[in-house]
């Protein structure tokens, strides 16, 4: 190794833990390589790879985090900050298509919990859903009813018949249309839900074990579940059973860290586990809030915000929670009930969808680039910023039943898709692949779709943020082609 491929890897060893030259570049090489760089800062203008077919232009100064193989402008002029800006895709620019939906999970009693988040969620107009997980709530059944007669508010509730029966006893206007299903137990389905209910709450997106549940490749958000293998969408397209996540997660970071339980709008998740002071969480999550609604601004989706009573009263929560309903009202965000969503989403969340998510400065861990979450009936996938490829990719016909403490099986790394060529020419993009297995796959280009108005089967926007292609591979060498108006090439301005 010469001394020159020394200086570069070490220039680069604080980025990533792996961050040190992968092979010294030879004199007429195109550009030098490392190993999975994430970068977010250039002394000049650079063009910059992850794969070396798909190039992207970064500007001289700051930019939101890629991750990086090549850099024609020399990797010395490329570093890394502790808090990159966050991308202009990720701040709500127009009118957002998101529902906010306020839960609070009741499986132990705090009646100054309960009124504290009332008093929040009231002065912003929200009204709340309180899921009853005991019989001892019934106790403040006179608090649910001023509480529904004065904000909208509403009640759902685990699946205990003798508790669906003494809540309706309790409170003549409660309908039950949700089913509580919490961590740590199986979820039981069709036996779970109570006459009248067609959707269930408690999936924790991305889990690895967090309160002995692995939900680890279900779809975010709300979406149509399979009946008989609930972490999967259903497979013919309709939408019998809706199923909704547990709290709204920092897609990024909750995903890259492996730490869903630390990264989410729970402020027990950020002040005990993320590093998180009370005033940065305040930031953070406004942030949060921002992307969702930006993405919402290309399809609808439901954000929701989850905070137990008992946890309310810990010191900063309240903070945390207001500042998460403000920013869904200044958003311009539509406010639902639990149940106002189960109905509301049915009419579109069957449909395939891929939302982008930026990285969040803020509390314990790296920097990391931006994700998009992609799923529809037949697979799910995950991309990070600078990747043309998939980094990992669900198939959900190979898991025809789900177990709340048995993770989902991604595809092994073996038989990923190789991409093995990229041209656009004539108005047309063209993708060579190679697959070790028949399997449908993606492609993310990482510029704002309204520069390239690519068209064609499985084309779609990923907000602001990226176009994603999904396509089906046979075995073997795999030709796929898109009409792509606004191609010149394959160098795109990086997406900010």
Request: proline fraction near 7%; aromatic fraction near 10%.
């Amino acid at each position: 190794m010469t001394a020159r491929c020394r200086s570069l890897g070490s220039l680069f060893a604080g980025l990533v833990a792996s961050a040190a030259i992968a092979g010294c570049a030879k004199a007429n090489a195109p550009a030098p390589r490392l190993t999975d760089a994430v970068v977010d800062r250039s002394t000049q203008a650079c063009v910059v790879s992850y794969d070396g077919f798909f190039w992207y232009r970064v500007p001289s100064g700051s930019f939101p985090p890629i991750e990086l193989r090549y850099a024609r402008c020399g990797l010395e002029h490329l570093s890394q900050d502790a808090t990159p800006p966050l991308p202009r895709w990720s701040i709500p620019g127009g009118k957002t298509q998101t529902r906010f939906v306020a839960t609070s999970l009741q499986q132990h009693v705090s009646l100054a919990g309960m009124q504290s988040l009332e008093r929040l969620a009231a002065a912003r107009h929200i009204p709340m859903t309180w899921m009853i997980g005991n019989m001892a709530y019934l106790a403040f059944a006179r608090t649910y009813d001023a509480y529904h007669t004065n904000n909208g508010d509403d009640v759902q509730s685990a699946f205990f018949p003798s508790l669906h029966v003494l809540i309706a006893k309790s409170l003549p206007w409660y309908t039950p249309k949700v089913s509580v299903a919490s961590a740590g137990t199986e979820r039981l389905i069709p036996q779970g839900l109570y006459p009248g209910e067609h959707a269930f709450w408690g999936i924790a997106w991305n889990s690895r074990g967090t309160d002995g549940t692995w939900d680890i490749g279900a779809p975010w958000g709300a979406y149509c579940a399979d009946v008989k293998s609930y972490k999967r969408p259903q497979p013919d397209g309709g939408c019998d059973l809706l199923a909704f996540e547990w709290t709204a997660r920092d897609l990024t970071r909750a995903y890259l860290s492996g730490r869903e339980d630390a990264f989410s709008t729970d402020p027990d998740d950020l002040l005990a586990r993320g590093g998180f002071s009370v005033s940065s969480a305040v930031g953070y999550v406004r942030s949060i809030v921002d992307a969702y609604a930006a993405a919402g601004e290309t399809q609808p989706i439901v954000m929701i915000a989850q905070q137990e009573t008992p946890e309310e009263m810990h010191p900063g929560s309240a903070g945390i929670m207001d500042a998460i309903f403000a920013r869904a009202v200044r958003d311009g965000m539509k406010a639902e009930t639990l149940g106002q969503a189960a109905s509301d989403a049915r009419n579109w969340a069957a449909a395939p969808r891929a939302v982008a998510f930026p990285f969040i400065p803020g509390g314990k861990g790296s920097v990391y680039p931006a994700t998009v979450d992609y799923h529809d009936t037949k697979v799910g996938m995950s991309f990070i910023g600078g990747h043309t490829l998939p980094s990992r990719i669900f198939r959900y016909a190979g898991y025809p039943v789900s177990r709340f403490n048995r993770p989902m099986p991604q595809v092994r790394a073996e038989q990923m898709p190789v991409l093995t060529g990229a041209s656009a020419s004539g108005g047309w993009l063209t993708l060579s692949l190679s697959a070790p297995v028949a399997i449908r796959a993606g492609a993310a280009i990482w510029t704002d779709p309204d520069r390239l108005s690519v068209r064609g089967a499985g084309a779609m926007r990923a907000g602001r943020a990226a176009t994603i292609l999904v396509f089906d591979l046979k075995r073997g060498r795999n030709v796929v082609r898109y009409r792509c108006p606004g191609c010149n090439g394959i160098r795109f301005d990086y997406s900010t």
